[in-house]
């Protein structure tokens, strides 16, 4: 079964500080996979998408990193800004006949100043 | 530029009510189209979604409904609204197959 599984379930930091979030996936035929990022009430924005060739992947302070083989994503945040808080959703698509996308249940990130 | 808009953007309904949410995109041909519902504190559970006009696909039996009676027009829909139909639905649109996924703005349905 297609699955996501994303770690921790919710997180707080204090502003400046670094942060990791993990995800865990088991998706058969694998094609991509996604970090988008989801405020209260708004619509989940994409902030990252991986292939199966690339390890490591940056967005301004976002950094995104795969590892196939294991099937583990992280998405590293570096010196948080209260406009972080948000959740982080991870997200992978599966390419078998009818194309997918397989969402983890998200990590709810609180930033506090 | 592509957008996507979806409204009402709130609603509160009473139990048995009908149901609209309308969803159009622009600056795209023949997206593929999404609705999605994502409960509180819950992650997004695909409903319907279509890769043509008139061609619907349901994820999860319930009393929704999904039309597409336009190439860029998503509407999901019920003619009886159950409680637990309560949530944040989400319309979203992507071109071909492993291509990144844009989500509207959603609509928040409260059923009373």
């Known amino acids: 079964k297609n699955q996501v599984e994303q770690s921790p379930q919710s997180l707080i930091i204090l502003e400046g500080k670094n942060c990791t979030l993990q995800?865990?996936?088991?998706?058969?035929?694998?094609?991509?996979l996604r970090w988008y990022k989801q405020d209260t009430g708004r619509g989940p924005v994409s902030l990252t998408i991986?292939?199966?060739?690339?390890n490591t992947k940056s967005n301004g302070r976002y950094t995104a990193t795969l590892d196939a083989d294991t099937k583990q994503s992280s998405l590293h945040i570096t010196a948080s800004q209260l406009s972080d808080s948000a959740s982080y959703i991870c997200?992978?698509?599966?390419?078998?006949?009818?194309?997918?996308?397989?969402f983890g249940t998200g990590t709810r990130l609180k930033v506090l100043a | 530029s592509q957008t996507i808009h979806q409204w009402p953007a709130t609603l509160v309904q009473p139990v048995g009510s009908p149901l609209s949410l309308e969803c159009t995109v622009e600056?795209?041909?023949?997206?593929?189209l999404y609705w999605y519902r994502q409960a509180a504190g819950r992650g997004l559970q695909l409903l319907f979604y279509?890769?043509?006009?008139?061609?619907i696909s349901s994820e999860v039996p319930q009393n929704l409904s999904a039309s597409r009676p336009q190439d860029r027009q998503f509407i999901l829909s019920s003619k009886k609204l159950l409680l637990s139909d309560s949530g944040f639905y989400l319309c979203?649109?992507?071109?071909?197959?492993?291509?990144?996924?844009?989500f509207g703005e959603g609509s928040w349905l409260t059923v009373v």
């Open positions: 991986m292939t199966f060739s690339e």
């Open positions: 995800c865990n996936y088991t998706v058969s035929p694998f094609s991509n």
């Open positions: 600056g795209t041909s023949n997206p593929n």
């Open positions: 279509s890769v043509g006009i008139g061609q």
């Open positions: 997200v992978v698509s599966a390419s078998s006949g009818t194309y997918k996308y397989i």
């Open positions: 979203a649109w992507s071109v071909g197959t492993g291509n990144t996924i844009y």
